[in-house]
C-alpha cells in the first residue's frame, strides 16, 4: 500500500479525533464553569454533589468510564444504547468537564475579594461583578491552565479506540496487522501538527491578554 493512500486513511481517521477534541472543548467549558459554581456553592447537597462528581471523575481512568457510558446504557436497555461515537464524546465531556470546573474554582478564588466588594460598594449586582470584573481577569489566569489541558486532550482522544472507534491510532492498528507497522508511528506527525497548531493558538491568545498584568 502507497504512502499517499496510508496517509489518506490515517487522516480520514484523525478527523474523528477532531471531532471529539471538538465537542469536548464545546460542551466540557461551559459544563466546566458551572460545577465550579456548584462546588463553591453555600448550598450543601449541592456542593456535595459537584465534589463527589469531580473526584469521581478525576480518581477513575478514562478508559473505565468510556467503557462505562458505552456499555452500560446498552446493557439497561438493549434496544437504547449508544452509538460508539456518542459514547466517547459524552465520556471525554463529562472527564474533562471536572477538570475544567477545578481550573475555574481556582481562577475564581484567586481574585482578591476586595474588587468585587469595591463592585457591591458602587452598586453592581452579582452578575454584573462576575462578568465586568471577575471574568476579565478570570480567563487571563486560567489560559495557561487550559491550554495543558487541551494539549493532553488532543492526545487523549486516541484512547477513544478502547471501545472501537475507528480514530487514527485503531486505523494504524488495522495496518499493523497487515504486517506494516510504520504507520502506527507516523500517527505521531498528525498529533504533533495538531498539537502545534493548538500551541501556537494558546500562545497567541496569552499575548492578546497580556493588558491584565
Known amino acids: 500500500m ?18 471529539i477534541f471538538f465537542v469536548t472543548l464545546l460542551f466540557a467549558l461551559p459544563l466546566g464553569l ?15 454533589f459537584s465534589r463527589l462528581y469531580i473526584y469521581l471523575m478525576r480518581s477513575t481512568p478514562l478508559m473505565l468510564q468510556l467503557a462505562v457510558v458505552f456499555y452500560l446504557p446498552g446493557y439497561l436497555n438493549p434496544s437504547h444504547g449508544l452509538s460508539r461515537m456518542t459514547a466517547a464524546c459524552i465520556a471525554f465531556v463529562l ?42 481577569q478570570l480567563v487571563k489566569r486560567i489560559v495557561p491552565p487550559i491550554g495543558n489541558e ?5 492526545k487523549d482522544t486516541s484512547l ?11 486505523m494504524a492498528k488495522e495496518f499493523g496487522n497487515k504486517a506494516m507497522i510504520w504507520p502506527l508511528f507516523y500517527t505521531g506527525v498528525f ?6 497548531i493548538v500551541t501556537m493558538l494558546l500562545n497567541r491568545t496569552e499575548r492578546k491578554l497580556s493588558y491584565f498584568q
Do not use: D
Open 2 to 19: 502507497s504512502f499517499g493512500t496510508v496517509s489518506m486513511m490515517l487522516g480520514k481517521s484523525f478527523l474523528l479525533n477532531c471531532q
Open 34 to 48: 458551572l460545577i465550579s459554581f456548584g462546588s463553591m456553592s453555600r448550598i450543601k447537597p449541592l456542593s456535595w
Open 95 to 136: 472527564n474533562y468537564a471536572a477538570y475544567f470546573s477545578e481550573i475555574f474554582r481556582g481562577g475564581i478564588l484567586g481574585i482578591p475579594k476586595g474588587q468585587q466588594e469595591a463592585g457591591q460598594v458602587l452598586g453592581m449586582t452579582k452578575g454584573q461583578i462576575f462578568c465586568h470584573i471577575t471574568l476579565l
Open 150 to 154: 487541551v494539549i493532553t486532550l488532543v
Open 160 to 170: 477513544a479506540n478502547f471501545i472501537m472507534v475507528k480514530e487514527i491510532i485503531a
Open 191 to 196: 498529533f504533533l501538527i495538531f498539537n502545534g
